[in-house]
């Protein structure tokens, strides 16, 4: 009888192991509290809703059958917090991050990434220094700051009015851009009339706008995120400034509208790397199964977020391998159709043809221009 137990035992370990899946974490970092906790959780989602789909879809790495989880970590959105929410991450073993949603957070939190020896995919950051530090395992999902700022000053200049004045919030996505747009003002026939400061945790605008408004702009360049530019549009009417309104990515919102209230009109504009989300060829289905899984809208950066674990899981299936010093590389030459179109990255590691839309303010949402 004795040995019969034992028998069963050993057989049943036996069966277990079979059935034993391989853990793979990758890490989803991005502001999960504050003011930009809406767009941190576009990200977690879109990441979460990818590993999702892999998992059901069943990945075998090595000959193992293996399951993907997320280890969401909240870096507020801030560059300190973001170093050291990379050095967790590192220090949790996880396999690849997908994150962060900020450029200041993205710069530092990438060297603690590369030191560690792990990958780095960014559905958000734009800034084009997070891929020119010589990092081989650092890449973005989404057009950088030299593209967008190029395509806000372009349309500000030839399409919105010559006289533009460029505000930015001082960090390193909001100055970063707005140097870009600078450039592509003066290349196009404008003349930036005055260029002001803000920062990403002011709610007044009084005395920066009034400066402004003696400068009389055709056409006001906000650089930074939407809850600031949703405030500084109602101040805006309030100081009966008539110029035009652009911004970019980090104000291309729904939350923007809500902030702003009536004092948004068909004179704002946005801009957005990537396609429209219904133009996306794979657009209309992911945004129909996201609003089903998460009971929300995206926001923005969902699909990129999506795209971004695709790469890093779409390259240890071509590694055959978890491990990121044997599929890191693999990163640099996937070349698969995603939601947001064929991703693919260039010897940098940023995106190809990394494309800019240009929206309007109409009927109560951003309709896209051009």
């Known amino acids: 009888m004795k040995y019969t137990l034992v028998a069963l035992a050993v057989l049943g370990l036996g069966a277990s192991a079979v059935h034993a899946q391989e853990v793979i974490k990758l890490g989803a970092a991005a502001p999960l509290t504050g003011t930009q906790s809406h767009l941190g959780k576009d990200i977690e989602n879109g990441v979460r809703l990818a590993i999702e789909d892999y998992n059901a879809k069943g990945v075998t790495l090595g000959g193992k059958k293996v399951k993907f989880e997320v280890m969401a970590e909240d870096d507020a959105a801030d560059p300190k917090t973001a170093t050291n929410v990379a050095q967790r991450l590192v220090d949790a073993g996880v396999k690849g991050v997908i994150g962060h949603l900020n450029s200041g957070a993205s710069i530092p939190a990438s060297r603690i990434y590369n030191e560690g020896g792990i990958p780095q995919v960014s559905p958000a950051s734009t800034n084009p220094k997070l891929t020119q530090q010589g990092f081989k395992a650092t890449y973005r999902t989404i057009a950088n700051d030299v593209q967008q700022g190029l395509g806000i000053g372009k349309f500000a200049a030839t399409s919105l009015g010559k006289n533009v ?60 995120m939407d809850t600031q530019g949703g405030p500084m549009l109602k101040q805006i009417k309030q100081l009966g400034i008539t110029a035009k309104f652009i911004t970019g990515d980090g104000g291309c919102t729904g939350e923007i509208i809500k902030l702003a209230g009536d004092a948004i009109s068909p004179n704002a504009y946005c801009t957005q790397p990537g396609l429209p989300l219904e133009k996306m060829p794979g657009g209309k289905d992911f945004n129909a199964r996201f609003k089903k899984r998460f009971n929300a809208d995206v926001q923005i950066y969902a699909p990129y977020a999506y795209d971004a674990a695709s790469a890093i899981i779409e390259a240890m299936k071509a590694a055959n391998s978890s491990d990121p010093a044997k599929y890191a590389a693999a990163i640099g030459k996937v070349n698969f159709p995603g939601v947001i179109g064929t991703v693919a990255f260039d010897a940098k590691g940023d995106i190809k043809d990394g494309a800019v839309t240009v929206y309007q303010f109409k009927a109560g949402k951003w309709e896209p221009v051009q």
């Open 165 to 224: 004045a460029v505000i930015d919030d001082r960090t390193a996505y909001g100055q970063g851009l707005a140097d870009e747009v600078v450039k592509a003002v003066k290349a196009s026939g404008g003349t930036v009339v005055t260029r002001e400061f803000t920062s990403d945790k002011a709610t007044d605008f009084a005395a920066i706008l009034t400066k402004l408004k003696a400068a009389k702009p055709d056409v006001i360049v906000y650089s930074g």
